[in-house]
């Protein structure tokens, strides 16, 4: 068993990232971080080690609540809705997890393009995580 979580250092990302490590642990589930990059010339040296470090903070952190995990940060040029999609059947996973961030009235019209793209196109049930207040 496996879950795919989308994993960007956001409030939203971190909500999402709590909730699958929650669930891999009461599931007794792998849990398969994906931190997805489009990469190309706005993608500088600077924020590829600022991402590196934040996922090496998660490993650890994973690491001492005893989460059976594997950490992986894509820059194939890709959309994160594909690469999340891509990776989730890959290793057949039984669902996946995204954050959801808060919207305005009339921004609850338009789900953010890549969260409509998993919920739509996902071959696997996903939950999606509303970040708390604050």
Wanted: charge should be negative.
């Amino acid at each position: 068993m496996s879950i795919v979580v989308g994993y960007v250092p956001t409030k939203e990302g971190r909500a999402a990232l709590r909730q699958a490590a929650d669930e891999a642990l009461l599931r007794k589930s792998k849990l398969i971080v994906i931190n997805s990059q489009r990469g190309g010339r706005d993608y500088d040296a600077g924020e590829a080690q600022q991402f590196e470090s934040e996922l090496n903070r998660i490993q650890r952190e994973l690491d001492e609540a005893g989460v059976q995990h594997e950490v992986r940060q894509l820059v194939r040029g890709n959309e994160p809705a594909e690469d999340l999609i891509a990776v989730a059947e890959e290793e057949d996973a039984d669902f996946i997890v995204i954050g959801l961030r808060r919207r305005t009235p009339v921004g609850k019209l338009i789900l953010g393009s890549n969260a409509q793209r998993i919920l739509l196109d996902a071959s696997c049930p996903v939950l999606a995580v509303k970040a708390g207040e604050g």
